[in-house]
């Protein structure tokens, strides 16, 4: 994972490619890769094992945090709407399907699987598309209608499709073991490395501040504070057996997920502080996941 974040500042630094190619290479993500990779998550979640305390505890956690994120980038560091709700999704939005999932696997076992695949159905459904249907209508600028609006934001966002036809298909209980599930399953794998290839291409053309207090702030907020409340509802509030507490926390404690950028070059928001926050976030959440295990393994 961070070795398509290198590789793509280098060929950033070395001029192989440049800004403009970044953002193709965010483009087919977003239309081709991503809605392949949330229409296979959603059809293929076992909801009917999902704990739904659990998934309250952990959406909770992230609202809050999220809530807070955007109202320090946008009332206090003066940040557009677009960067500071996107801001507020990397501080909340873990970097679980290709990070965390694969590390709960080897220190809690095949099990722990369940409670890292609820958290990514349920981010991807509430998080991601409640983020893209907002800056969606946003670039709406008020004309028409909303209920038109918010319609047609259904059918011509790529996204937003996959995850209602990925939530039809579950519910319809139709299979994907056939060619629909080999299609989804072949284009949603290149979605993670062609995106963090294009992160690197991104930063190579910044000057990279982590001083930065608006991304010191929003890292903090998310490897600190959304563990520390997640641990709160799942230990004290809710009570929950550990299966779902360790795995919880674990995926709290993650780095922020490389889709706000994608989704942040598409709509046009600002990218420094918010690729500088996925970066910082990934390098120190060797620390967050590390300590994390070590208490709940």
């Known amino acids: 994972m961070f070795a398509a974040v290198v590789l793509g500042y280098g060929f950033g630094w070395l001029k192989l ?3 403009d190619e970044a953002n193709v290479i965010n483009k087919t993500v977003f239309y ?8 296979k998550l959603v059809a293929q979640a076992p909801f009917e094992k999902f704990d739904y305390l659990y998934v309250v ?14 109202f320090l980038a946008y009332k206090v560091f003066n940040r557009c709407i677009k960067e500071s709700l996107l801001l507020g999704m990397a501080a909340a939005f873990c970097n679980h399907t290709f990070f965390i999932l694969p590390i709960a696997e080897v220190l809690y076992g095949h099990e722990a699987t369940l409670p890292v695949v609820s958290v990514i159905v349920v981010d991807n459904l509430i998080v991601l598309g409640g983020t893209v249907l907002a800056l969606e209508l946003m670039t709406k600028n008020g004309q028409g209608s909303p209920f038109h609006n918010l319609c047609a934001t259904f059918y011509t966002n790529p996204n937003i499709m996959a995850l209602a036809l990925g939530l039809a298909v579950n519910l319809c ?4 073991n056939n ?9 949603g794998s290149a979605a993670a490395p062609a995106s963090l290839f294009a992160l690197g291409l991104v930063l190579s053309t910044q000057r990279v501040g982590f001083a930065s207090p608006l991304v010191l702030s929003a890292s903090a907020l998310k490897l600190v504070v959304v ?5 709160v509802l799942f230990a004290i509030a809710f009570a929950l057996p550990q299966f779902w507490i360790g795995p919880g926390v674990l995926v709290a404690a993650g780095p922020s997920g490389v ?3 994608v989704i942040g070059v598409q709509y046009k928001a600002p990218e420094e502080f918010l690729s500088q926050v996925i970066l ?7 620390i967050t996941v590390t300590a994390v295990a070590a208490i709940t393994v």
């Open 173 to 176: 209980g139709i299979s994907t």
């Open 259 to 261: 889709l706000a950028f």
């Open 179 to 187: 060619g629909i599930g080999v299609y989804a399953d072949f284009l």
């Open 280 to 286: 910082v976030t990934t390098f120190l959440s060797v």
């Open 227 to 231: 563990p520390a409340i997640a641990w």
């Open 57 to 70: 505890g952990y959406s909770l956690s992230e609202a809050l945090v999220y809530g807070l994120t955007f």
């Open 17 to 19: 490619f440049d800004k």
């Open 32 to 39: 081709v890769f991503l809605p392949a990779l949330l229409f």
